[in-house]
């Protein structure tokens, strides 16, 4: 079976990653490429890297795009409010990598974003799409979660689930490359203000803070509030996120060692690993890994999660979706070893 699909936000990182994907994928075909400011240019003028650059992007109205069997929309916050609408409309199977349809109530969404969600009455049509916590089998709208949720959810979720820690008191710091920030031309992303330092960003105001809390209790059901610290480091994509935990109890590292195993025994890209793990051992990759550790002094459990903010916290995961959507084997062109050195 070979299923068509539209990408909206080929031009873009992400965008540029799930076109590459799709070509590789032996069940999927691209036969729509959609893009903003790009419309109209060649695929090789944003993504020379790309094989068939030949290609012609299109807009991204709906009216443009013809009928196909999924889309994968990889567009900024606010674009896909719309375009997200109108295909669910069509009856067209859609995966949103965005903002606009992860969160769960008109509420949450305000928390995030500071501003009301235009179309709070679509939320509710939307699954939460991160494939080894939230089935998503036969879905029909998909919400990709955010890379900082993706990351520290997969270490944390088990962990509350069993009992063992305290989901009131969650502490989560993170570090992302540069390309978690998009593709936009910004002063402040420019190699001359990133090399050679560290900075925080969204300090106690970071949209992915509610979706952290939301992931837990959904998957749950325990009410969770989270500290969450992002920073930008001077690398070009990977992701390490270390999350704080109080323990409920005395328990060893072992036990959080079986929990974590147990939750993922089967799910093809998280493993769980006895080391701190490195960016660069998942980069490339549709891989998680999750080391978790005790601090016996303090009573907390530290969880540390490595991605590919790309792929595992973007296009990679959009597409596993997408291999369960359409009921497809799950890790089906999708790279499960990383790029080194």
Known sequence: ???????????????????????????????????????????????????????????????????????????????????????????VRVIDLGSDFRLDTPDRYLEAHGAAHPAPAALTRWMYGLPELFDVTNARLVAAPGCYPTAALLGLIPLVRAGLVDAGRIVVDAMSGLSGAGRSLREDLLFGSIAEGVRAYGVASHRHRPEMEMGIEL?????ATVVF???????????LVTTTIPLLRSVSREDLFEVLTEAYEGAPFVDVVDRSPQTRWVVGSNRALVAPFV???????????????????????????????????????????????
């Open 219 to 223: 998957a749950t059901g325990v009410d």
């Open 1 to 91: 079976m070979t299923v068509s699909v539209a990408i909206l936000g080929a031009s873009g990182y992400a965008g540029g990653e799930l076109v590459r994907l799709v070509d590789a994928h032996p069940s999927l075909e691209a036969t729509y490429l959609g893009a903003h400011s790009a419309a109209g240019g060649r695929l090789a003028e944003v993504h020379p890297q790309l094989a068939r650059g030949e290609r012609v992007l299109g807009g991204i109205d709906p009216p443009s795009v013809p009928d196909v069997d999924l889309v994968l929309m990889a567009l900024p916050h606010g674009a896909s409010t719309g375009p997200g609408i109108a295909f669910a409309d069509r009856g």
């Open 229 to 239: 610290t992002p920073h930008l480091v001077p690398m070009l994509r990977g992701m």
């Open 295 to 341: 601090d016996e002094p303090s009573g907390n459990a530290i969880v540390i999660s490595a991605i590919d903010n790309l792929l595992k916290g973007a296009a990679g995961q959009a597409i596993q979706a997408a291999n369960l959507m359409l009921g497809l084997p799950e890790a089906m062109g999708l790279p499960a070893a990383g790029l080194m050195p």
